[in-house]
């Protein structure tokens, strides 16, 4: 008898641990979360969350099949983990136990995906898998704009197209409205231009691709669009300053950089009260500028632990239902992904969720300037995209931009953890 023991059988193994495989997943992620809200639109959301588990499933097996490739202690950054178990604690004092847990089984999914994509694929591969996906997602999204607003003159209700584009937008594409269309323009665009960069597509592709994605971006009319898009691009000019200058003087010039944006945000914090007002002014920013007073109002109820993780707000449910009704709105989040943290999971979540963000981004922003491929730029620049739109929209708690901050966080950590540091220390005193 054979004295193998019972388990996966070894072609079945051989096969999920392959690149065609890895490929393949990476694509489907990609593509099943930026594409949420056509799926839901077209199928339902028991659908979209059937696609997610059969995909956390699928991640899961292919760990398993690269196991010994794995350590479970690199797995996930510390900071990631403890958020998303805070968030799971927070079921126990939530006002509806079975939603809370729902949107907490979304963020350990979504979270999940971008866990296996950042150890399955390097930077380039993960950077290649998202353009071809928002290639395809972009293309259709302006053919179905074209669809419904010219040839049609129709709109697309159940995928939230309006058929504006005649007039020249707003548009809102495949991703349910203008500003999350917004987003994904601006990433996309990163996405393309390091593309272009690294020679990864053919010239052509990627000036077709730069093109399409400016159109988009402009007939979004978002007006989160314009503001990502320069403290993008003020990052991108500081980081090319960055890997311009030599290793003795690269790391001052970074310190000083870092003491530069801390002493900004102390700054932004301290007139907070000033910035609110005058940006209460302009009537596109007041009704958020409204509902972020009574978020902060209501947050002092529950200051330290919040009200529950939900993520999306769920209509019904206190405290969203009691926020909508003093407005007189129908908010869906807080329209600012720190706020919503706040009245969520409390200052306790909220001081974990800026730990990880702000690591991940030191974390990639030193990988970028120290290695010289041009890929290695793509983490940094898209955590400063994501955590600026941040300010305006909650979307980086859930969906792609979740996916996308977990798969950064997952890549920064890889090379500049406490974990690495420890055990090339070990190595070293074991020689």
Same mark, same amino acid.
């Given at each position: ?199 990864? /597509?053919?010239?052509? %592709?990627?000036? =077709?691709? #730069?093109? +399409? !994605?400016? *159109?988009? @971006? &402009? ?8 503001? /990502?898009?320069?403290? %993008?691009?003020? =990052?991108? #000019?500081? +980081? !090319?300053? *960055?890997? @311009? &200058? ?15 944006? =801390? ?169």
């Amino acid at each position: 008898m054979s004295g193998r023991r019972p388990g996966m059988r070894p072609d079945a193994r051989l096969l999920l641990a392959s690149a065609e495989v890895a490929r393949a997943f990476t694509i489907a992620s990609f593509a099943a979360v930026f594409g949420a809200s056509a799926i839901r639109g077209l199928a339902g959301g028991v659908t979209y969350a059937t696609v997610l588990v059969g995909l956390c499933l699928l991640g899961g097996a292919i760990l398993i099949a690269r196991r010994r490739e794995i350590e479970l202690l690199h797995l996930a950054p510390t900071t990631l983990l403890v958020f998303v178990i805070w968030a799971g604690a927070s079921v126990l004092w939530s006002t509806d136990a079975a939603r809370s847990a729902a949107g907490w089984a979304a963020l350990v999914g979504v979270s999940f995906l971008g866990i296996v994509i950042g150890h399955v694929r390097d930077a380039h591969q993960s950077v290649r898998a998202l353009g071809d996906v928002l290639r395809w997602a972009l293309g259709a999204s302006l053919a179905l704009e074209v669809l419904s607003g010219i040839l049609w003159d129709t709109p697309i209700p159940f995928l939230g197209i309006r058929g504006d584009i005649a007039e020249l937008g707003p548009v809102q594409g495949l991703f349910g409205s203008r500003n999350d269309l917004g987003v994904v323009t601006v990433i996309a665009l990163l996405t393309f231009l390091v593309e272009w960069r690294t020679r990864s /597509v053919r010239p052509a %592709t990627a000036v =077709a691709s #730069v093109t +399409l !994605a400016a *159109v988009l @971006a &402009l007939l979004s009319g978002s007006p989160t669009v314009i503001v /990502v898009a320069v403290m %993008t691009g003020l =990052a991108a #000019v500081a +980081l !090319a300053l *960055v890997r @311009a &200058l030599p290793p003795r003087r690269r790391r001052v010039v970074q310190l000083c950089l870092g003491v530069g944006v =801390a002493l900004l945000l102390a700054f932004a914090w301290a007139r907070r009260s000033a910035i609110a007002t005058a940006l209460d002014g302009r009537a596109d920013l007041s009704l958020r500028t409204d509902l972020w007073g009574e978020i902060l109002r209501f947050s002092d109820y529950r200051p330290v632990v919040g009200f529950g993780w939900f993520g999306p707000w769920a209509p019904g449910e206190a405290p969203f239902s009691a926020l909508n009704f003093i407005l007189d709105q129908q908010h869906a989040s807080a329209l600012n992904a720190y706020l919503d943290v706040l009245l969520q999971l409390g200052w306790a979540g909220l001081i974990v969720f800026l730990v990880l963000c702000a690591l991940a981004l030191a974390r990639a922003w030193l990988v970028a300037g120290e290695r010289r491929a041009v890929v290695h730029t793509w983490a940094p620049l898209t955590l400063v995209a994501l955590l600026t739109v941040s300010l305006f929209e909650s979307s980086v708690l859930s969906g792609a931009g979740l996916l996308l901050l977990v798969l950064c966080a997952v890549r920064a950590g890889q090379s500049r953890s406490w974990r690495e540091r420890l055990e090339r220390r070990d190595d070293a005193v074991t020689e």
